[in-house]
């Protein structure tokens, strides 16, 4: 029993150190979001899903991203948001988000990332918007 417990747990050990090795591919021109299908034309604004094979799955914005998993709740993975200012990948949960039109046409809206709050709450007051975080991007993908 003693054995089981302890593979049981070097199991989890190898699956956290796994997760944390994961890394995000580089979006690369003529990509195409996975959820709307339509091209990624701002790669400052792109997101990524990496599933436990290290399938990266890629998305125009964060808020496409917040949609997907919305209507997917058992996908399970690392998420990935681009941090606006730098181009750097981030994780999601670091940042703060600013709501931007990206269509003016249409209305559209969605995100854009920030790591740093004073970057965020920059682009905000341009943008006459509030600075939110995850949790809130991803209720509000809930209730659109």
Request: glycine content about 6%; proline content about 5%.
């Amino acid at each position: 029993m003693k054995k089981l417990a302890a593979a049981g747990i070097a199991m989890g050990v190898l699956l956290v150190l796994s997760y944390g090795s994961v890394r995000p591919v580089a979006i690369q021109a003529g990509d195409q979001c996975f959820r709307c299908r339509r091209p990624i034309a701002d790669r400052a604004m792109a997101s990524e899903l990496m599933d436990g094979n290290r399938l990266a799955s890629k998305f125009r914005a964060p808020g496409c991203l917040a949609k997907y998993l919305a209507d997917h709740p058992d996908e399970t993975g690392v998420t990935f948001v681009t941090d606006f200012a730098t181009g750097k990948w981030i994780r999601p949960e670091q940042a703060h988000f600013v709501r931007v039109v990206v269509n003016r046409d249409t209305g559209e809206s969605d995100y854009r990332a920030f790591i740093n709050p004073a970057d965020a709450a920059a682009a905000a007051l341009e943008l006459h918007a509030t600075p939110v975080d995850w949790k809130t991007v991803r209720a509000n993908a809930w209730t659109s």
